[in-house]
């Protein structure tokens, strides 16, 4: 009887049964990963009953040991510093293979840097309980969670817990902070290497769709194809409709009206919040039907290829180009003036609300812009500037 219940536990669990009890648990810490930690307390997206945000505090602290001011900060600091040598776990100076097998060990170094807690963990939980036993005994609920493991399941509930263990750190630390900086597909352009690494966003809540976060940080949606699903997001409108939850911001909404020419305030606000949009818009409408027709008039297989990897330049943020890209690039264009003249107006349109802060001078840049698009001789350019003028802030 005592041998049975070492081995099979309290339950009697089968193993098809234990998958599920696992795969169970291990989803519920994706979610208080992805719903609390980073679109509640790092990024403020969304707001949550506080049963809700006690829930998911205390299961992070059974289940993996995080706490929540360590995680928040360093999230924090990863956006601030993103691929600089400041950022606490970026592949592009630590290298893939330390991120993705070793995330954790970056993330406890950090936990230590006071520096980084101070300034980057504010409007943290510092309540009674979180003062007497989720920070100072911040390991013990894990060890409870083992004792809980073998009492119900037996020596197998070990090999649950283990798995239980790395699903944060593996997943979370290492895959999205990792391979999300390095493969995947990007919807849009912004000035780091994120990508989205698979469109179905289940294993880890939605941070699968890690370039469409880091384009819209504050969005407590990481979706944006409507072939994207998002789990988290999934959860949250569950929890809106429990009245459990409210969404604060979300991808930014625009309109579009087609009889609207005059370029005013409202026009630079509806782009400005919608600017990663536009330049996706900008890649589909202008820079590959341009492509297309320059390659159409080479018979040459390899000058094709040229223009094909010159048009996936062209469309990529600067700021992330490699020497070698960019001397391909610099070529390229000195040959093409069609090319050179979209690029230069890509820039010319992303300095707008990069380096223009005043509404009235933004108005009067993308008058110019739209202007001297008009005027440049090339269709898809003038076409652009009217779908721009269209440009409009919900009513």
Request: net charge positive; hydrophobic share 40%.
């Amino acid at each position: 009887m005592n041998f049975s219940l070492w081995i099979q536990g309290l339950l009697h669990c089968n193993i098809w049964q234990m998958l599920m009890i696992t795969l169970v648990m291990t989803h519920i810490t994706s979610l208080s990963m992805t719903i609390y930690l980073h679109r509640y307390s790092a990024h403020r997206s969304v707001d949550l009953h506080p049963l809700l945000r006690h829930f998911f505090r205390f299961w992070l602290w059974f289940t993996s040991a995080t706490n929540t001011k360590e995680w928040t900060a360093i999230h924090r600091k990863h956006h601030a510093k993103c691929e600089t040598v400041d950022d606490p776990h970026s592949p592009v100076h630590y290298g893939l293979n330390r991120v993705l097998w070793g995330g954790a060990f970056l993330y406890r170094k950090e936990a230590k840097n006071q520096q980084t807690l101070e300034r980057y963990g504010k409007g943290c939980p510092d309540d009674w309980i979180e003062r007497k036993l989720y920070t100072p005994q911040q390991s013990l609920g894990i060890f409870i969670l083992l004792a809980a493991y073998l009492l119900m399941f037996g020596v197998w509930g070990v090999l649950a817990w283990g798995i239980q263990m790395v699903w944060v750190p593996f997943w979370a630390a290492g895959v999205v902070n990792g391979v999300g900086h390095i493969f995947g597909y990007r919807n849009f352009e912004c000035s780091d290497n994120a990508r989205n690494i698979f469109p179905v966003g289940i294993i880890m809540g939605g941070e699968e769709l890690h370039n469409n976060h880091h384009a819209y940080p504050n969005s407590a949606r990481l979706s944006s194809k409507w072939w994207e699903f998002d789990c988290g997001w999934m959860w949250i409108r569950i929890f809106c409709m429990l009245r459990l939850a409210k969404v604060l911001f979300s991808t930014p909404l625009i309109q579009k009206n087609k009889h609207k020419a005059e370029i005013n305030t409202n026009t630079i606000m509806a782009i400005v919040n919608h600017r990663f949009h536009v330049m996706a818009h900008y890649t589909k409408d202008v820079i590959r039907p341009l492509i297309n027709s320059e390659k159409g008039k080479f018979a040459s297989k390899q000058e094709r290829m040229r223009l094909h990897k010159a048009g996936k330049l062209l469309s990529r943020h600067h700021a992330i180009l490699k020497p070698v890209h960019q001397a391909h690039l610099k070529n390229i264009i000195s040959e093409f003036n069609r090319l050179k003249i979209i690029y230069e107006k890509r820039i010319a349109l992303q300095e707008i609300w990069q380096k223009i802060k005043e509404n009235k001078q933004r108005v009067n840049a993308l008058q110019k812009w739209c202007l001297e698009a008009e005027q440049s001789g090339i269709q898809v350019l003038r076409d652009f500037s009217k779908k721009l003028r269209c440009y409009d802030l919900p009513t």
